[in-house]
């Protein structure tokens, strides 16, 4: 037998040069009499740095990331194993390394040795996890902070590669040599898979006897066997395969047609018809897997043919599906370890093993094709062709992800992050996001392809998740019809997928803890006030509970702190974006059960605080911290008790109390009412022209006349018409009598998608109020009239309202009546944010202020300026009597630009520019949430939170610099990447994952 491994030097260039020339026609292929069954291409050094040199370091990656989150709650002993599996990790990756270097300078190829040590490197690399998950972490880390199973799988999905390659390398020696090696191999393997189970047997039959064995002698018989029966079965898998192979590539065409089908269809289809039973590792059960599956097959059967037309093209057939094999390869390959228990378990090891023989198959008939297509000619043409066809597939879905990346993202950043200052217009192409969001449907709601369906969430949802309920409204809004509901080749056949739903949550606690006791501790300063609200919270229940309540502060208020109470130790809280909070605090209150408190707004006046949890008959206690003028009136709730701070406890006429700072200013006017005035309205008509809508120039005439008299005292008008783009007729206001219809009707848009009437009533909310900036505009306000048909696309308004309507409002809080106009009818008067009818519609008087040569409207509360005040005025307001403005002649309590409530506005003002500019809410929202966290002030798209442990504080800062990268649309949900298995695999997995992270409990004592 000819050795093969370090020792087969190649020679070098002396010995060639010192050989005769080849002839100038190549010679026939004459093969050895007992070639190995790979060559020595396969055995190329280079290999080791994607097998094992790659892999290793991102598997140190991974594991330093596992460790790093749990690391501030481990102990000493926990640190030193950490700390030794880095050094054992990164010890394998170098000298892994150093030898690939070391064979490619000697110019060697890798022999049976080094394969066989390749292998033991790859069972060590899987066992790291193993080991890392069992001795380094913590055994109460939460599996939404640090998934055991993603932890264990990695290292396999990681590991396994390298020690498949090594078999390879191991079961190619040549097929006349060795003869009796595989029998005695395939006798190994029944031991070594029968031995664990004969010893499980044993240890209970001496358990019943009363007889103690040690947990370790077992523990060390029992793995090493299965890791042995696994690596032998790989290897008679593997060897068997090359041997079947080669043994019908000589034969006739009929014996490699049988082969073919056995294993390219027969094999897939059987495959797949069992995984229609056991879902495992997931279910595959969608038409296009069928479908591909048998074109695959159907390639590979097909037999060589002598037309050299014909044979080229089934040779590029069968690599444009090589992707097809290999992906089911991959997907297989980490589970290779389990395949001997999965062959006792109902036939699941038929199910690991088909794959991975067909991946072997079709990867030998490209190499054998190339090889027939290189024998007449040049091989560089057979093998560029081979390459491009390979790439069909990938390269289409990779292609296909960027195209609906592109779509979505513009979609996404039109809608939710529109400039209301310039006409809308979407910039996109209407028929490629219809076929996105249709495609986005059918991805979330059909199987879920391991490693596939996890790069398309990477690459199109930055790893977050896109709700249902944001696609409908996506496709409510371009196109204003709900999606049809079409069957797609990706939807699952049975009703065991779960798709790329999320996982099963528990029940939710109950809210059964009342308000026990409220304190109010008030201190004050350079006309600053600071109150701190401790709140009591009692459980009078005998179960565990949540407490919940709303507390309801005036706008100016400003909360600058909160704490929660563990124990007798007040935990500061932190503020962190509100979506990661708000899902950290789910992952806590609803899985952990621990100690999460919470404080959040669920709008500009009102709080919701939360704590969990509260045991039987518990109290528990949190600090809110209020800062405000000491001039202010205010007036709260907290649950169902009022609260009175600040002049409110004493008087409604307090002195006017005013801050600037250059980014905005405010100024906190008397609670009297004195100074109102109602504005003189003009008309801002918002036409609906969604689809389906249809208006002559007669209807438009008729609609402006009875949007007159509804509204009289109107002289002036502006028109803009609307679907999911704005569009004004003319920017400027128009007299009422000299419209030009014709021209009017002409410049309508065209008649297509939804209608964002939040959308347009926002934007004519900040036009009054950037134009209110003379003192003849700030005089005016704006009456809006919605003109629009009873058709379909109208009913689906309620689906398509806009948050923050509120924010937009107080800048001109006399705008809140509207008037509804369908076409034929008399306009109906109703409310612009809740939509209900008011009966009244009297116009609201507020009061008008000029603050160094800009305009601000308050109703009672704040007047808020933008930027621009020039420093070192001092605000006036508007005497209606006398139709002029004047300084307050009551005393003005000007706050210090440095002060803590300074911080407040200057937090708020970051915030408001968030509301009113979205389309630069990307890079503000980061900035927004920093100055926050730098002032300590909450505001709506924030959250106080306090959790009790280190690793829960590290996963919400990833999650948060996660979500403050991607599109503000995302949401932050981990869809289940792996749906739920039947019975028998769930009782299987999890049995072999109970032992590899968890030591499972031996008698030690019999009694």
Avoid at 716 to 721: D, G, N, P, Q
Wanted: hydrophobic share 45%.
């Amino acid at each position: 037998m000819e050795p093969i491994g370090e020792s087969n030097v190649r020679p070098d260039v002396e010995t060639l040069q010192s050989q005769e020339k080849p002839p100038l026609s190549p010679p026939p292929l004459v093969e050895e009499a007992n070639p190995p069954l790979i060559g020595d291409i396969l055995r190329a050094p280079g290999w080791l740095w994607l097998t094992h040199v790659v892999p290793a370091a991102l598997l140190f990656v991974s594991f330093f990331h596992a460790y790093y989150l749990v690391s501030g709650e481990t102990n000493a002993t926990q640190r030193w194993v950490a700390g030794g599996l880095a050094v054992g990790l990164a010890v394998l990756t170098a000298a892994v390394g150093a030898l690939a270097i070391r064979l490619h300078v000697r110019r060697q190829v890798i022999g049976n040795w080094v394969a066989a040590g390749l292998v033991l490197v790859s069972c060590l690399m899987a066992a790291v996890g193993v080991v890392l998950l069992e001795y380094a972490i913590p055994r109460d880390t939460p599996r939404w902070i640090l998934s055991t199973g993603e932890l264990i799988s990695t290292g396999f999905v990681l590991s396994m590669p390298g020690a498949f390659y090594g078999l390879v390398l191991l079961a190619s020696y040549p097929r006349r040599s060795m003869r009796t090696s595989l029998i005695a191999v395939s006798v190994f393997v029944v031991f070594c898979i029968m031995a664990p189970w004969v010893m499980q047997a044993a240890i209970w039959l001496l358990g019943k006897l009363s007889i103690t064995i040690p947990y370790r002698l077992i523990e060390w018989l029992v793995w090493p066997l299965l890791t042995a029966g696994a690596v032998g079965l790989c290897f008679v898998t593997i060897r068997t395969t090359l041997l079947a192979y080669h043994l019908v590539r000589g034969r006739g065409p009929g014996v490699q047609w049988v082969l073919m089908v056995l294993v390219a269809l027969a094999g897939p289809l059987g495959g797949l018809w069992l995984n229609l039973n056991i879902p495992f590792p997931v279910n595959f059960q969608a038409p296009i897997v069928y479908m591909l599956a048998i074109i695959n097959g159907a390639l590979l059967i097909l037999p060589i043919v002598r037309s050299h037309f014909w044979s080229r093209t089934i040779w590029l057939a069968q690599c444009a599906m090589l992707p097809f094999s290999a992906y089911f390869f991959l997907v297989f390959l980490p589970w290779l370890p389990l395949a001997p228990l999965a062959l006792i378990a109902a036939g699941g090891g038929a199910l690991i093993l088909v794959p991975i023989v067909l991946g072997l198959i079709h990867g030998y008939r490209v190499v054998d094709g190339y090889r027939e297509e290189i024998r007449d000619g040049r091989a560089w043409k057979p093998a560029v062709l081979g390459v491009i066809a390979a790439c069909i597939l990938p390269v289409g879905y990779g292609v296909r992800m960027m195209q609906d990346r592109h779509a979505l993202q513009q979609a996404l950043t039109y809608y939710y992050s529109p400039d209301y200052r310039r006409d809308i217009t979407f910039p996109g192409n209407l028929d490629r996001l219809e076929n996105t969001l249709q495609h986005l449907r059918d991805m979330k709601h059909g199987i879920w392809l391991p490693f596939l369906s996890s790069l398309y969430n990477s690459v199109v949802f930055d790893n977050l998740v896109l709700p249902d309920s944001k696609i409908d409204t996506l496709q409510l809004a371009f196109f204003g019809t709900p999606a049809d509901e079409s069957r797609s080749l990706m939807n699952p056949m049975n009703s065991s997928s779960q798709g790329w739903e999320g996982p099963v949550r528990r029940t939710a606690p109950s809210h059964d803890a009342v308000l026990q006791d409220l304190k109010e501790e008030t201190t004050a300063q350079d006309a600053i006030a600071t109150t701190k609200l401790t709140l009591t919270m009692e459980n009078p229940t005998a179960r565990q509970t949540e407490f919940v309540t709303s507390i309801t502060i005036p706008e100016g208020v400003y909360v600058s702190d909160f704490g929660l109470y563990i124990g007798d130790q007040l935990v500061p809280g932190k503020i962190v974006e509100k979506k990661t909070a708000l899902w950290v605090y789910e992952k806590i209150s609803v899985v952990e059960r621990r100690d999460p408190g919470i404080l959040t707004y669920k709008s500009p006046t009102e709080l919701e605080l939360r704590v969990f949890p509260l045991e039987a008959n518990q109290k528990r206690r949190v600090v809110i911290e209020l800062t405000y003028p000491t001039a202010m009136s205010v007036v709260g709730k907290v649950g169902d008790r009022p609260l009175y701070l600040g002049r409110a406890a004493l008087s409604s006429l307090g002195p006017v109390a005013a801050c600037w700072t250059p980014e905005q200013s405010v100024v906190i006017p008397r609670g009297d009412g004195a100074n109102r005035l109602v504005r003189e309205p003009y008309l801002h008509l918002l036409i609906d022209c969604s689809r389906g809508a249809s208006y002559s120039e007669e209807q438009l005439r008729q609609a402006v006349a009875e949007a007159a008299r509804a509204v009289p005292e109107a002289r002036r008008i502006k028109v803009t018409s609307v679907n999911f783009e704005i569009r004004d007729f003319k920017r400027a206001y128009m007299d009422i009598e000299k419209i030009d219809y014709a021209a009017l009707h002409k410049s309508l848009l065209p008649m297509r998608g939804g209608f964002l009437q939040d959308r347009a009533l926002k934007r004519g909310l900040l036009f009054a109020a950037d134009d209110a900036q003379s003192e003849f505009s700030a005089l005016q306000r704006p009456q809006f009239v919605i003109v629009t048909r009873d058709n379909e696309t109208y009913s689906y308004q309620s689906k398509l309202r806009e948050a923050n309507l509120n924010a937009f409002l107080r800048r001109v809080p006399d705008a809140r009546v509207i008037y509804l106009q369908k076409i034929g009818s008399v306009p109906q008067a109703q409310d612009l944010v809740t939509r209900e009818a008011v009966t009244h519609p009297a116009a609201k008087a507020v009061t008008l202020w000029k603050w160094g040569g800009r305009f601000a409207v308050s109703d009672g509360g704040p007047a808020i300026f933008p930027e621009g005040v020039a420093a070192g005025t001092r605000p006036f307001v508007y005497r209606p009597a006398l139709k002029v403005f004047e300084s307050e002649p009551m005393e003005l309590n000007l706050l210090a630009e440095n002060s803590r409530y300074a911080d407040g506005v200057r937090t708020w003002a970051a915030q408001e520019r968030a509301y009113f500019q979205p389309a630069a809410s990307g890079h503000q929202s980061a900035a927004t949430l920093r100055l926050g966290k730098k002032t300590r002030i909450l505001t709506t798209d924030a959250a106080y939170i306090v959790v009790e442990r280190s690793s829960q504080w590290k996963a919400m800062e990833e999650k948060e610099k996660q979500k403050l990268a991607s599109n503000q649309a995302f949401e932050i949900e981990e869809p289940e990447s792996i749906p739920e298995p039947t019975t028998v695999t769930l009782l299987l997995m999890g049995a072999v994952i109970l032992l590899l992270v968890r030591r499972y409990r031996l008698v030690d004592h019999v009694s």
